[in-house]
């Protein structure tokens, strides 16, 4: 069966700070891998998708950036962090992006900057 | 600009009685729906969809019934029980260039009292 791997679950970091978020994908091949963001209040922000090794498409113009370096395997980064970039992150995977498809989400990283 | 919207942020519900939770979208081209549900420090998970070629669909408790004309869909749980306390996510899907990429509504949050 396929699993989903997001790490760390949560994690404080002081402005100005770089990041890197981890993302995981077992037991299927070429998925389609996506990440979210869910601020206080809000439903969930498409911020970047990719649909193969080094395929990455952005949603939110912002100063994060997004890796696929492997074909299972997603990373959120940035190099310096806004206050506004506070939330609950998600990553996903599909088989495709056809409409039957659902996505399938992580347990997410809840990440406070101060 | 919202084009899935869920406008009631929280529903209370008392065990044994039904749920129903309401989305409305505005973009015509959404041909595709789904229901998330998300528990607490957990990422969603997938419930139900609906293809807009149908008007109802169902599984177990849950039942979403899709009013194209209205733009509105809604998610039936019969009978509610505590344990579908959570968030509850609609998402919509149309072709945008090849891609089904999903847009989710800000959530519900309900709660099933025993």
């Known amino acids: 069966s396929q699993t989903i791997h997001q790490w760390p679950a949560t994690l404080v970091q002081p402005v100005g700070s770089p990041l890197s978020l981890e993302c995981t994908v077992e037991g299927t091949s070429n998925p389609n891998l996506y990440w979210y963001r869910q601020a206080a209040g809000r439903g969930l922000q498409l911020l970047f998708y990719s649909v193969g090794i080094g395929q990455i498409s952005s949603e939110v113009p912002q100063n994060l950036s997004a890796s696929r370096p492997q074909d299972r395997q997603f990373i959120l980064s940035s190099k310096k962090l806004l206050l506004s970039d506070s939330g609950f992150y998600l990553c996903?995977?599909?088989?495709?992006?056809?409409?039957?498809?659902?996505?399938?989400f992580g347990d997410g990283t809840r990440l406070s900057i101060l | 600009d919202q084009q899935v919207k869920q406008n009631s942020p929280s529903l209370s519900v008392q065990e044994g009685r039904i749920s129903i939770l309401n989305c409305d979208y505005t973009n015509s081209m959404f041909d595709y729906f789904l229901w998330y549900k998300k528990y607490p420090a957990e990422g969603p998970t997938f419930l139900i969809s609906i293809s807009s070629i149908k008007d109802k669909n169902e599984d177990g408790r849950f039942t979403v019934f899709l009013n194209k004309s209205a733009k509105h869909l809604s998610l039936h749980i019969v009978p509610s029980q505590p344990g579908d306390s959570a968030v509850y996510f609609c998402?919509?899907?149309?072709?945008?260039?090849?891609?089904?990429?999903?847009?989710f509504g800000r959530g519900t949050s309900l709660i099933v009292h025993p």
């Open positions: 998402a919509a899907r149309g072709s945008s260039g090849g891609s089904y990429i999903p847009t």
């Open positions: 996903a995977w599909s088989l495709g992006t056809g409409r039957n498809q659902p996505q399938h």
